[in-house]
């Protein structure tokens, strides 16, 4: 399985884009990028996943590179309830059971 | 609609006691799965299940065992917990894409 780089942590002032990177430069042709978030104690969150074409739905928005070695997570417009843990994750399309944690990035969206 | 309900919220055991952890989804997922959590790491699979039936061993799956009789429901049993146990348990279930998660157990051996 492809193994994924994220920042241990991000800052963001409230209202503005968090624009939250993914470094999967392993990724095997058959492999999807996930996004997951994880709110202080609660069970994690899946946010949006997608192949090789850029991805929106109503919690954000996913943009990976043409060579599809990383990946973007965009919130648009951050709110304190933001604030998380956000988990990038590769594994292959149909295989649900192999998703994998890494330790994520710390997203804190500040006043 | 309750979505992955776990049962119970919190525990504390002895080390050597044994008890089962209860996953309930309403969502009607084949797939289900046991997490663990300890303090400032991710997420780590513990067991799962691809159907009623059916169970499959994840990446930490010792001193664990899980049943799934029923589609809706997955237990996961400690028969003698050790402090090394003390965790966050999630529980999670699926149907193609996304992994929808419980609120979580927290348990402590002691």
Redesign the interface.
């Known amino acids: 399985d492809a193994k994924t780089t994220q920042p241990p942590s991000m800052d963001c002032a409230e209202g503005r884009a968090a624009n939250l990177p993914c470094n999967h430069s392993t990724i095997s042709g058959n492999e999807y990028v996930y996004w997951y978030r994880q709110i202080h104690s609660q069970g994690p969150q899946y946010i949006i996943h997608g192949l090789k074409n850029n991805e929106t739905n109503e919690m954000a928005s996913l943009i990976i590179t043409e060579d599809r070695k990383s990946s973007t997570l965009i919130l648009p417009h951050a709110t304190l309830r933001d604030t998380a843990v956000y988990y990038c994750i590769v594994m292959p399309g149909g295989s649900n059971y192999k998703l994998t944690f890494g330790k994520g990035t710390l997203l804190t969206v500040n006043p | 609609n309750a979505g992955?309900t776990q049962t119970p919220k919190f525990r504390v055991l002895k080390t050597g006691q044994s008890m089962t952890l209860l996953c309930a989804q309403d969502m009607n997922h084949e797939?289900m799965?046991w997490?663990r959590q300890d303090p400032?790491?991710?997420?780590?699979?513990i067991h799962?299940s691809?159907g009623e039936g059916t169970t499959?061993k994840?990446?930490v799956p010792d001193g664990y065992n899980v049943s799934r009789l029923k589609k809706q429901n997955f237990l996961l049993g400690l028969e003698s917990a050790a402090p090394s146990q003390t965790s966050?348990y999630?529980c999670?279930s699926?149907y193609?894409?996304?992994?929808?998660?419980?609120?979580?157990t927290r348990l402590t051996v002691t």
């Open positions: 992955v797939y799965y997490y400032g790491m991710g997420l780590r699979l799962y691809v499959a994840g990446e966050v999630f999670a699926s193609i894409w996304e992994q929808y998660f419980g609120p979580g």
